[in-house]
């Protein structure tokens, strides 16, 4: 049975999608500010261009900032949107939007709430009687690992650790001791017994879940439970996360919190219950809940939450096929379409129009031109969101494309960037890391496109007041790429696609451009932020690589897009009617 197959007959996805590929003017939306003339003005001139139905143009009433309040971004942008497709029909066939010029690109961090503080406090609270019990548990290890007469003392105990990181790293370094004492005690009795300690001691600090990682092969002196009696614990795991999941799909404020913090105690332990505790203080702080606007408009049809992080980008092919994934996502995000959102934006009207024109241009001819890719020379890795990943990564794109593709490529595997001017003729550009400070190395073909992985590289595409700072994404447009992609604020590594997926189904020419990001995204309702015209196919015309030449197997085909929300998830909104004052006029 096929992965599509599979994921219809569980009602993972609606009923109607988008095959891959298939996006055209017609699945389009094009957002714009009223406020703005620019912004105006640049919807039409793209649906001129394009062929994007004038009906199809969504007006909204915002402030001329970069920066949205969170308490506006519901009832200014989610909501209206939402109502306009509604309204009009349009939910089952819109599933791309192109936000202009003059739109706000950030919407600001959670206002915590006197509710929000109460519950901080308790978590707080909580957070340190969870340190002091894990402190009393490291001194019982320390006594197997270093026995002594004197009274056993930790540092933890006078000065507590405060990063569930941190305190797992210790506690692992403390069990290893104690385990290799162990296993040099000559009395077998004693030996049984100092071990059935120490698995006393993984189940306090790690919960079951830690004793099943420690626990995978039979040990030389039989100690290993059965094999029945691990699959039992394995499953009690499996009942134990979902039902935990559940419970904190409430939220921070939520009743059930107490109980799913009693059940991550028991399954994760005392450390577990750390890390838990420390994102919901975040969370409750308003930490981490500042986020791109095209991102956030990426889930209006997704399950109300918090703002804090992210969501999982169920348009992801690597998501989708992913059995782990499908597992740890709700069902009800899976049910949820993604709208795919790309932004035709930047530093000056005339420069946007420079792009549309550029992306149109380009696909009549094909993109032609080097491929440049900058790597840092760091060790191999395959450790998730690692500096050591992506840079393998990089390199593993310049290997692709300069064995499979006609284009000439140039990989630089030092520490530092591309000197001034060292590439002339840039069609597709990758590279890292440098923050805030563009290096002008390119000169880029008509319908180039790039991008820098760096924390902030999209900050502000206008940024008029501090010269001094480049950002990567401003700077890379003004250059002259047609299509970029950055976080508005400290995205974590993770949040970027991997650059081989991204640029290599882009040289497949069968995909748009905001498909080859919302395939590869790992994240949405977070940082990151496509700039250039959604429906941009660059290799259209001179296609340089097979979509199985990037993605494996296991992963192919890609999945249709969904496009149709659940009929009863949906409120019935009246119709307006075809000359609706509110639609733009030419």
Same mark, same amino acid.
């Given at each position: 049975?096929?992965?599509?197959?599979?994921?219809?007959?569980?009602?993972?996805?609606?009923?109607?999608?988008?095959?891959?590929?298939?996006?055209?003017?017609?699945?389009?939306?094009?957002?714009?500010?009223?406020?703005?003339?620019?912004?105006?003005?640049?919807?039409?001139?793209?649906?001129?261009?394009?062929?994007?139905?004038?009906?199809?143009?969504?007006?909204?009433?915002?402030?001329?900032?970069?920066?949205?309040?969170?308490?506006?971004?519901?009832?200014?942008?989610?909501?209206?949107?939402?109502?306009?497709?509604?309204?009009?029909?349009?939910?089952?066939?819109?599933?791309?939007?192109?936000?202009?010029?003059?739109?706000?690109?950030?919407?600001?961090?959670?206002?915590?709430?006197?509710?929000?503080?109460?519950?901080?406090?308790? /978590?707080? $609270?909580?957070?340190? *009687?969870? !340190?002091?019990? +894990?402190?009393?548990?490291?001194?019982? %290890?320390? @006594? =197997?690992? &270093?026995?002594?007469?004197?009274?056993?003392?930790?540092?933890?105990?006078?000065?507590?650790?405060?990063?569930?990181?941190?305190?797992?790293?210790?506690?692992?370094?403390?069990?290893?001791?104690?385990?290799?004492?162990?296993?040099?005690?000559?009395?077998?009795? /004693?030996? $049984?017994?100092?071990? *059935?300690? !120490?698995?006393? +001691?993984?189940?306090?600090?790690?919960? %079951?879940? @830690? =004793?099943? &990682?420690?626990?995978?092969?039979?040990?030389?002196?039989?100690?290993?439970?059965?094999?029945?009696?691990?699959?039992?614990?394995?499953?009690?795991?499996?009942?134990?996360?979902?039902?935990?999941?559940?419970?904190?799909?409430?939220?921070?404020?939520?009743?059930?919190?107490?109980?799913?913090?009693?059940?991550?105690?028991?399954?994760?332990?005392?450390?577990?219950?750390?890390?838990?505790?420390?994102?919901?203080?975040?969370?409750?702080?308003?930490?981490?809940?500042?986020?791109?606007?095209?991102?956030?408009?990426?889930?209006?049809?997704?399950?109300?939450?918090?703002?804090?992080?992210?969501?999982?980008?169920?348009?992801?092919?690597?998501?989708?096929?992913?059995?782990?994934?499908?597992?740890?996502?709700?069902?009800?995000?899976?049910?949820?379409?993604?709208?795919?959102?790309?932004?035709?934006?930047?530093?000056?009207?005339?420069?946007?129009?420079?792009?549309?024109?550029?992306?149109?241009?380009?696909?009549?001819?094909?993109?032609?031109?080097?491929?440049?890719?900058?790597?840092?020379?760091?060790?191999?890795?395959?450790?998730?969101?690692?500096?050591?990943?992506?840079?393998?990564?990089?390199?593993?794109?310049?290997?692709?494309?300069?064995?499979?593709?006609?284009?000439?490529?140039?990989?630089?595997?030092?520490?530092?960037?591309?000197?001034?001017?060292?590439?002339?003729?840039?069609?597709?550009?990758?590279?890292?890391?440098?923050?805030?400070?563009?290096?002008?190395?390119?000169?880029?073909?008509?319908?180039?496109?790039?991008?820098?992985?760096?924390?902030?590289?999209?900050?502000?595409?206008?940024?008029?007041?501090?010269?001094?700072?480049?950002?990567?994404?401003?700077?890379?447009?003004?250059?002259?790429?047609?299509?970029?992609?950055?976080?508005?604020?400290?995205?974590?590594?993770?949040?970027?696609?991997?650059?081989?997926?991204?640029?290599?189904?882009?040289?497949?020419?069968?995909?748009?451009?905001?498909?080859?990001?919302?395939?590869?995204?790992?994240?949405?309702?977070?940082?990151?932020?496509?700039?250039?015209?959604?429906?941009?196919?660059?290799?259209?015309?001179?296609?340089?690589?097979?979509?199985?030449?990037?993605?494996?197997?296991?992963?192919?085909?890609?999945?249709?897009?969904?496009?149709?929300?659940?009929?009863?998830?949906?409120?019935?909104?009246?119709?307006?009617?075809?000359?609706?004052?509110?639609?733009?006029?030419?």
């Amino acid at each position: 049975m096929s992965n599509l197959v599979l994921l219809t007959a569980c009602g993972l996805f609606p009923w109607s999608a988008l095959p891959p590929g298939g996006l055209d003017p017609n699945h389009v939306a094009l957002v714009f500010n009223k406020k703005s003339r620019a912004s105006g003005e640049l919807a039409l001139f793209y649906a001129d261009r394009r062929g994007v139905p004038k009906r199809q143009m969504i007006a909204l009433d915002l402030p001329l900032k970069e920066d949205l309040p969170r308490v506006e971004y519901e009832s200014k942008v989610a909501e209206p949107i939402r109502d306009w497709l509604m309204a009009r029909g349009l939910v089952d066939r819109i599933v791309c939007l192109a936000v202009f010029y003059d739109v706000p690109i950030r919407v600001g961090p959670q206002t915590v709430t006197p509710e929000m503080r109460r519950a901080l406090s308790k /978590a707080r $609270r909580q957070q340190k *009687r969870t !340190l002091q019990a +894990y402190a009393r548990l490291l001194a019982e %290890v320390n @006594g =197997v690992a &270093r026995p002594t007469t004197r009274p056993t003392t930790t540092t933890t105990a006078t000065r507590p650790v405060k990063r569930a990181a941190d305190v797992r790293k210790e506690f692992l370094t403390a069990l290893a001791l104690a385990k290799d004492r162990a296993s040099r005690l000559r009395d077998p009795v /004693a030996d $049984r017994a100092a071990n *059935r300690r !120490l698995l006393t +001691y993984m189940e306090r600090a790690e919960g %079951v879940s @830690g =004793v099943l &990682r420690h626990i995978r092969k039979p040990d030389r002196r039989g100690t290993e439970l059965g094999q029945k009696q691990l699959e039992k614990l394995r499953q009690a795991v499996r009942e134990g996360q979902a039902r935990i999941n559940e419970l904190l799909r409430a939220g921070p404020l939520a009743p059930e919190r107490d109980q799913a913090r009693e059940l991550i105690g028991r399954f994760a332990g005392l450390i577990g219950l750390l890390a838990h505790l420390e994102q919901d203080i975040e969370r409750l702080r308003g930490k981490h809940t500042t986020a791109s606007l095209d991102s956030e408009l990426s889930t209006p049809w997704a399950p109300r939450a918090g703002p804090y992080r992210w969501r999982i980008n169920t348009l992801n092919a690597r998501v989708r096929a992913s059995g782990a994934m499908r597992a740890a996502v709700a069902p009800a995000e899976w049910a949820a379409p993604v709208m795919m959102v790309a932004r035709l934006d930047g530093p000056s009207p005339t420069l946007v129009r420079r792009m549309i024109e550029d992306a149109i241009s380009t696909e009549k001819v094909g993109l032609k031109g080097h491929a440049y890719f900058d790597a840092r020379g760091l060790d191999a890795s395959r450790v998730p969101g690692s500096y050591e990943l992506y840079d393998q990564n990089v390199r593993d794109l310049a290997l692709l494309s300069r064995t499979k593709t006609s284009m000439p490529t140039v990989l630089d595997n030092y520490e530092d960037l591309f000197g001034l001017g060292m590439c002339p003729d840039a069609a597709l550009y990758c590279g890292w890391y440098r923050v805030g400070r563009y290096r002008d190395a390119f000169d880029f073909v008509r319908g180039a496109v790039g991008f820098h992985i760096a924390s902030s590289e999209a900050v502000s595409l206008r940024d008029r007041k501090n010269r001094k700072q480049r950002y990567w994404c401003k700077e890379l447009l003004k250059d002259g790429v047609a299509a970029t992609l950055g976080p508005v604020a400290e995205p974590f590594l993770s949040a970027f696609p991997k650059p081989r997926d991204f640029f290599g189904l882009l040289m497949t020419g069968q995909y748009t451009l905001v498909e080859c990001f919302y395939y590869t995204n790992p994240y949405n309702s977070w940082m990151m932020m496509l700039i250039g015209d959604p429906l941009y196919r660059p290799f259209k015309l001179n296609p340089q690589l097979k979509v199985q030449d990037v993605l494996p197997g296991d992963v192919l085909p890609l999945q249709p897009i969904p496009t149709s929300q659940p009929t009863a998830t949906r409120p019935v909104q009246p119709r307006l009617r075809a000359d609706d004052p509110s639609a733009p006029r030419p």
